[in-house]
């Protein structure tokens, strides 16, 4: 039997207006401690984002999706941030705040593929 990872998820939402708090699925950011694993996916809909705010900077959005993706993967243009070890910049990046940028609260899970798990979530509250 393959190895168990114990992992936790959450979904990275993007909200066009904050004070009216709709938002849309646009990623996936999943961590195992044990693993030493953490990986962010994200993609914009920009028909679904469109639908919700017409004068929208998507270039604006791609770029602040990409920090976020950078500070996961540890990049060094991440900044400061991405030069912390896997479990800080998950909770880092998980946690509350009011931006454009939000995710949902983590959520745990146990699987034997980490990287299938990511794009099966992926594909699941995404897509």
């Known amino acids: 039997m393959p190895e168990q990872h114990l992992y936790e998820y959450a979904v990275v ?3 066009p207006v904050l004070a009216r708090e709709e938002f849309v699925n646009v990623g996936i950011i ?3 401690k044990h693993a ?3 990986k962010a996916r994200v993609e914009l809909n920009e028909n ?11 270039d ?3 770029e602040n ?3 976020f993706t950078r500070i996961a993967h ?21 946690a509350v705040r009011s ?3 939000q995710t949902s609260r983590p959520h745990p899970g146990l699987c034997a593929d980490l990287d299938g798990t990511v794009d099966r979530l992926f594909e699941e509250l995404v897509h």
């Open 60 to 62: 604006e959005v791609r």
């Open 74 to 94: 540890g990049d060094p243009k991440g900044g400061p941030i991405s030069t912390l070890d896997i479990a800080s910049r998950f909770r880092w990046l998980t």
């Open 13 to 15: 939402r993007l909200l």
């Open 99 to 101: 931006s454009a940028i």
């Open 36 to 38: 030493g694993f953490i």
């Open 65 to 67: 999706l990409h920090a």
């Open 48 to 58: 679904r984002l469109r639908s919700l705010r017409s004068d929208l900077d998507l």
């Open 30 to 32: 999943l961590f195992s």
